[in-house]
């Protein structure tokens, strides 16, 4: 088992740019959940999906959107780029939509980098 | 607001002394608290949660609402015990999770 898988592993984008983060859930886990982690701080949750339907968001601004496909995999967009979004994206999978907010596994993350 | 506190960036402990990483919350509703921790060029993983009662790699943490504490103990540190730790709070009212800043447990030898 590939575990989470999340791509690009690192990204260089420019202000006003957007951006689309990929993730690959563990097989047979219908839950994805986004997370944002700037450097010092802990994760910050973003969104949370289950079967295909948004089922929690963090305080993020609109320019941040994500969906879940048929297969479970997910995207996040991210619109407008400000030089905040710099940050390092996690995404989790979970089986269950009872252990949505108990990820137990994340992927490695995508750096983002902004200039 | 809601919030988790973990007050201290970095704890250093010699290894075989006990170990408590401090974690409080502030939230009106009820809380579900966890533990995630992450070792040096691994992923961030969950160690322990509140509602399980369990004691995972040695370590403990008891919720107490009193104190609106979730502190993370273990009586005897191990060098492998060294990681990043974080607290978790879920606000089962708000469907929203929200994660300290972190504490680096650097355990001596």
């Known amino acids: 088992d590939a575990g989470v898988t999340q791509s690009p592993t690192h990204l260089i984008k420019t202000r006003g740019q957007h951006v689309t983060l990929r993730c690959s859930p563990i097989?047979?886990?219908?839950?994805v959940s986004w997370y944002q982690q700037v450097l010092g701080q802990g994760p910050q949750f973003i969104f949370q999906?289950?079967?295909?339907?948004?089922?929690g968001r963090g305080n993020f601004p609109d320019r941040f959107s994500a969906r879940q496909f048929p297969n479970y995999s997910s995207e996040l967009n991210v619109n407008a780029l400000l030089l905040g979004d710099s940050a390092l994206y996690l995404c989790a999978s979970s089986r269950l939509l009872a252990d949505r907010y108990q990820p137990q596994h994340f992927g490695d993350g995508t750096r983002l980098s902004i200039l | 607001a809601q919030r988790v506190t973990q007050p201290e960036k970095l704890l250093s402990v010699f290894k075989g002394a006990p170990v408590e990483l401090k974690c409080n919350y502030s939230?009106?509703?009820?809380?579900?608290l966890f533990w995630y921790v992450q070792y040096s060029r691994q992923r961030l993983q969950l160690l322990l949660r509140?509602?399980s009662r369990e004691s995972i790699k040695g370590f403990t943490a008891d919720l107490n609402k009193g104190e609106t504490s979730f502190h993370l103990k273990k009586p005897f540190a191990q060098e492998e015990d060294s990681a990043m730790y974080y607290c978790?709070?879920?606000?089962?009212?708000?469907?929203?999770?929200?994660f300290g800043k972190g504490t680096r447990l650097h355990i001596l030898p």
């Open positions: 509140h509602i």
């Open positions: 097989s047979g886990h219908k839950s």
């Open positions: 999906y289950y079967e295909k339907e948004e089922r």
């Open positions: 939230y009106s509703g009820s809380p579900e």
């Open positions: 978790a709070l879920f606000m089962n009212r708000d469907d929203k999770i929200i």
